[in-house]
């Protein structure tokens, strides 16, 4: 273990408390806030839906061929998404994670701001359907902001939208992010 992450690990324990047993109240009068991360606004929650890997979110017509299923998803960010705007899933062929406040610091790593250098964006050739959708609360248990990530593209999407996080999709490391969200989902 480095010198930096014994340091980190150690200082979570002091600033956010370290025990053995899970205790939600607790995580939910903690209030995080990085104003270098995504959402920049304060939270007290965030939780990791997970579309069933069986779902199906298409459906095949004899006129139209396949289309998206709008009862279980709908368009945000370039592609499809099974959580409202509302922060509700649309469909039940999900999973529901909370995260604990170590797994929240480590999100908030992740989604750190990736100023834009310009206004191209590198095309990924790809139309995602985005499967893994965290959710942030507010302490009234309200969603008050979304990140939704297609690991198969590598593409994410925001809501609200944010210009500082424009650059994302090129700057940020999917497979960082995505082993942590493998680890959440365990």
């Keep these: 273990m480095t010198t930096t992450l014994f340091g980190f690990i150690v200082l979570a ?59 279980k998803v709908e368009y945000r960010g370039g592609g499809y998404t099974f959580v409202s705007k509302a922060g509700i899933p649309k469909t039940s062929e999900h999973k529901t994670y909370t995260l604990d406040s170590l797994q929240v610091q ?39 902001a979304q990140v939704h990530v297609c690991f198969s593209c590598e593409k994410a999407a925001f809501l609200p939208d944010v210009e500082y996080m424009c650059d994302f999709d090129n700057k940020a490391d999917f497979t960082a992010f995505k082993a942590l969200t493998n680890h959440i989902s365990r």
């Design 13 to 71: 324990c002091t600033v956010i408390g370290c025990t053995d047993s899970y205790s939600h109240s607790a995580l939910t009068q903690q209030t995080w806030v990085d104003t270098t991360a995504f959402p920049k606004k304060p939270f007290s929650k965030v939780v990791l839906f997970v579309l069933d890997s069986t779902a199906r979110t298409t459906i095949s017509t004899a006129s139209e061929g396949t289309i998206q299923d709008t009862t």
């Design 106 to 144: 480590a999100l908030v790593t992740q989604l750190k701001q990736r100023p834009c250098k310009s206004d191209l964006v590198a095309d990924k050739n790809c139309s995602p359907t985005y499967q893994h959708v965290y959710v942030f609360y507010n302490q009234q248990q309200q969603p008050i």
